[in-house]
């Protein structure tokens, strides 16, 4: 992948993410194939959900939302076999799950910081057995000044 390529697509995936109304962590993702867009996703309630993200307890947030990848994989709506997705923070176990069984083969995602390492370490080393066990390459992008 030409280092173009990969700059614009984080930067994408930066800006898609900014839409999410989540107060305290905005994700997004950009599905491509060839170096053109498939599908784009953000975190978020969703559709016809009050968007009361502000408001609704920790809990009862992460209950309703549905991640950038999910929403990325939803909004795709046809076969992503051989499809990369570039996500701004590395997925979850659960969306790792769900980028294997669609047959999405690369995840691009920035060097996660120290700080996002400490809170979410345990999963994203989950995650990563999961992408090495279905073979789904892990490309970790250097974090730019």
């Not at 009862?60 to 570039?86: M, P, Q, S, V």
Request: charged residues 25%.
């Amino acid at each position: 992948m030409a280092s173009k390529w990969a700059k614009r697509f984080i930067q994408m995936a930066e800006l898609v993410g900014s839409w999410s109304k989540d107060p305290s962590t905005q994700v997004g993702a950009v599905i491509t194939k060839q170096n053109r867009i498939v599908s784009v996703g953000f975190n978020g309630y969703p559709h016809g959900i009050s968007d009361s993200a502000e408001v609704d307890e920790r809990e009862t947030k992460y209950l309703k939302t549905l991640h950038a990848e999910e929403n990325a994989i939803l909004f795709a709506k046809r076969d992503l076999g051989g499809c990369e997705i570039w996500v701004t923070h590395f997925p979850c176990p659960n969306c790792a799950a769900k980028i294997i069984q669609t047959g999405i083969s690369v995840v691009h995602c920035p060097a996660q910081t120290d700080d996002f390492l400490s809170r979410w370490g345990e999963k994203i080393s989950l995650s990563q057995d999961m992408f090495d066990q279905a073979g789904v390459t892990v490309d970790w992008l250097p974090i730019e000044d």
